[in-house]
Nanobody, 123 residues
Framework: VQLQASGGGSVQAGDSLQLSCTTSGRTLSSYSLGWFRQGAGKEREFVATISLNGDHTYYADSVKGRSTISRDNAKNTVSLQVDSLQPEDTAVYYC?????????????????WGQGTLVTVSS
């Protein structure tokens, strides 16, 4: 499965962004999907995950209440909306797919990864 993330950019604090991830290979409907991020000099961290049919979502405390993960299995797409962006949200954001459907917050559980999209938030 090849994943392609997009939607990153440079924004001001308080702005919103919607990140998207799609695949040109297999359908994503058989995978639980997640978003992770990695800031410069930091370890990769979990952001959000969504179940196969989208009925279960789980967010990191750092984005809970201002982020929404969603998926469209017909379009093979998973999206992440992040509102009220802050400088500490600056990172490369990665989408990932777990073929074992665990809805995990552990990156080690994910089989396939996109190339990442950079989000830069200025104060």
């Amino acid at each position: 499965v090849q994943l392609q993330a997009s939607g990153g950019g440079s924004v001001q604090a308080g702005d919103s962004l919607q990140l998207s991830c799609t695949t040109s290979g297999r359908t994503l409907s058989s995978y639980s999907l997640g978003w992770f991020r990695q800031g410069a000099g930091k370890e990769r961290e979990f952001v959000a995950t969504i179940s196969l049919n989208g009925d279960h979502t789980y967010y990191a405390d750092s984005v809970k209440g201002r982020s929404t993960i969603s998926r469209d299995n017909a379009k093979n797409t998973v999206s992440l909306q992040v509102d009220s962006l802050q400088p500490e949200d600056t990172a490369v954001y990665y989408c990932a797919a777990d073929r074992y459907r665990r809805n995990s917050d552990d990156g080690a559980d994910y089989t396939y990864w996109g190339q990442g999209t950079l989000v830069t938030v200025s104060s």
